[in-house]
């Protein structure tokens, strides 16, 4: 079955930098766009970024700003989420979702907490 496993969150200064990883297995990796969303705490779900199956195109919810990077390694079966520039409203659980909308199978997530 589908399964993906988040890492790479932790708790960080404002200004700080992470690097999100999703390990995923149970489909064919390359044939799927995959996505990141993310869940503030006692808000909804809320979409990311979106990367499509070569890694070719790419998309960015207008907060962004810039300030992450989508990315894929096809041969690792693995898709990243390079964060810059964080700020505290940046603070979430974060999922790795394979597709494009939050209708998709997600991970268990990872948190990301942005504090000084």
């Known amino acids: 079955q589908v399964q993906l496993v988040e890492s790479g969150g932790d708790l960080v200064q404002p200004g700080g930098s992470l690097r999100l990883s999703c390990a995923a297995s149970?489909?064919?990796?390359?044939?799927?766009?995959l996505s990141w969303f993310r869940q503030a705490p006692g808000k909804g779900l809320e979409w990311v970024s979106t990367?499509?199956?070569?890694?070719?195109?790419?998309s960015y919810n207008n907060f962004v700003k810039g300030r992450f990077t989508i990315s894929r390694d096809n041969a690792k079966n693995t898709l990243y989420l390079r964060m810059r520039s964080l700020q505290p409203e940046d603070t979430a659980v974060y999922y790795c979702?394979?597709?494009?909308?939050?209708?998709?199978?997600r991970g268990q997530g990872t948190q990301v907490t942005v504090s000084s």
């Open positions: 979702v394979k597709g494009t909308t939050a209708a998709g199978q």
């Open positions: 149970g489909f064919t990796f390359s044939g799927a766009g």
């Open positions: 990367i499509n199956r070569d890694g070719s195109t790419v």
